[in-house]
């Protein structure tokens, strides 16, 4: 069985609801633990927590984590109004869930619309797989090179390839300028 249905159940809207900083996952979890055994699969169906894997450098050695795209945001597919009235059991259940502030809109939370939802899952598409430097860089910045054959020179960036993680970087050796290729994290901005 799928946990993401091919289409919307009856009555089925997205709502954002903000959440305590750091407590996002254990919403999440909590949440798509709980519905069933509060007999609240009907009512709930989809809970998003969109994140990317975020890599930095830090002494030298490369380290990946991941990271929130909407930080304080949770996403929650579900069936919260019947004729125009909040349903109680699935309002309370999701308000009162711990981590969780409130629904955004407050008592009267209007759904989202489906282009809001429809960007938040293509960026969740872009990001799944991919890692995303921590420090985005420009071309013609310059920067030192922290690994590889070409440590501690600097270099000038001529072209940055974001779906490969990839810098080229013009380098002066013996007063000629050299093309060479690294991973974002084999680099440094000079002001760092």
């Known amino acids: ?18 959440t305590l900083s750091g407590q996002e996952g254990k919403v999440k979890t909590y ?17 998003l927590l969109p994140t990317e ?4 450098v830090k002494g030298g050695k490369k380290s990946t984590k991941v990271r929130k795209l909407y930080p304080g945001y949770v ?7 019947e004729e125009g009235k909040i349903i109680n059991r699935p309002w309370y259940f999701v ?3 711990t981590g969780v502030i409130g629904f955004v809109g407050g008592d009267n939370p ?11 899952k293509a960026r969740i598409e872009a ?25 501690n020179l600097t270099g000038r960036i001529d072209e940055i390839d974001p779906d490969r ?18 991973e974002y994290w084999q680099v440094q901005r000079l002001t760092e």
């Open 31 to 47: 949440i798509e633990k709980f519905k069933a055994a509060e007999e609240l699969a009907d009512h709930i169906f989809e809970v």
């Open 75 to 81: 996403f929650i597919q579900m069936r919260l109004y």
């Open 95 to 97: 308000k009162e869930t």
């Open 110 to 120: 209007a759904p989202l619309r489906q282009s809001e939802i429809d960007e938040i």
């Open 127 to 151: 990001a799944s797989g991919k890692e995303v430097p921590k420090v985005q860089f420009a071309v013609g910045e310059e920067v030192k090179i922290t690994d590889g054959a070409f440590a």
């Open 1 to 18: 069985m799928s946990t993401t249905p091919a289409t919307a159940p009856a009555g089925a809207q997205w709502f954002a609801l903000h």
């Open 165 to 182: 993680g990839k810098l080229k970087i013009s380098v002066s050796i013996f007063g000629r300028f050299t093309p060479v290729e690294l």
């Open 53 to 56: 894997v975020v890599s930095e």
